[in-house]
Each structure stands twice: as structure tokens, then as C-alpha cells.
């Protein structure tokens, strides 16, 4: 077991991710300071968030909820990232790769999701 949130992978990427994110969205339209550029980033982060409050949890019950959580906000990002692809505001490649890096992680969340419902 980890003793800290920070030495679970899952975790580690989806830290990495919301920094990624933020990267990507760095470049915005002022115009969406408080639109597309809030709210990818406050999506992406709370994945990380979600996983880190989930681990200091102490039921299963309880830990699985909040990496469900997580997993809503992985989609929620997703979507953003589609969106932003449509109106051409990001770069087919790192938005694709960002996309298909979300699908990842929610496979891992699935999995822990599952072992934790058990």
C-alpha cells in the first residue's frame, strides 16, 4: 500500500496531466479567461484532486466515490478538449494525445474502481 497519494501512479498522472493542460490552454483568447480556459483547468486539476481526497478516505465505500468523481472529471475534460479541438483552438496533435492520455487514466481508475467494489 502507499502511505501518501503522491507514490500512487494514478495520481502521478493525473498530476502531470492538469499541468499539461494548463500548458495547453496557456495560449488562450483572453476572451476565455473565464470560459474554456477556467474551466479545462479546473476540470483536469480536479481529477488529482478527487484521487487525493479519495486515498485519505477510510472506507472503500467512500474512496470509491471519490475516484468516481475523478472519473466524471476526466470526461468533463475530454470534452473540453474536443470542444477546443472543434474551434480550433488547440493543436490536433497535443490535444489528441491528451485525449487518448484521459482515456488511460480512466482505465486505471476503472480498475481500482472495481477492486474496491469487491
Request: hydrophobic share 35%; proline share 2%; with cysteine.
Amino acid at each position: 500500500m502507499y502511505s501518501s497519494f503522491i507514490e500512487m501512479p494514478v495520481w502521478q498522472k493525473s498530476n502531470q496531466l492538469s499541468i499539461d493542460v494548463f500548458y495547453l490552454t496557456i495560449n488562450l483568447p483572453k476572451a476565455e479567461d473565464y470560459g474554456l480556459t477556467s474551466q479545462i483547468r479546473r476540470s483536469s486539476n480536479s481529477v488529482a484532486a478527487n484521487i487525493a481526497e479519495g486515498f485519505g478516505r477510510r472506507t472503500k465505500k467512500d474512496k470509491a466515490c471519490l475516484y468516481v468523481v475523478a472519473r466524471g472529471s476526466a470526461f468533463e475534460t475530454q470534452n473540453h478538449l474536443i470542444y477546443g479541438l472543434k474551434v480550433e483552438y488547440f493543436n490536433k496533435n497535443e490535444a489528441d494525445q491528451l485525449i487518448q492520455a484521459y482515456n488511460n487514466l480512466i482505465y486505471e481508475l476503472n480498475k481500482i474502481i472495481r477492486s474496491l467494489n469487491e
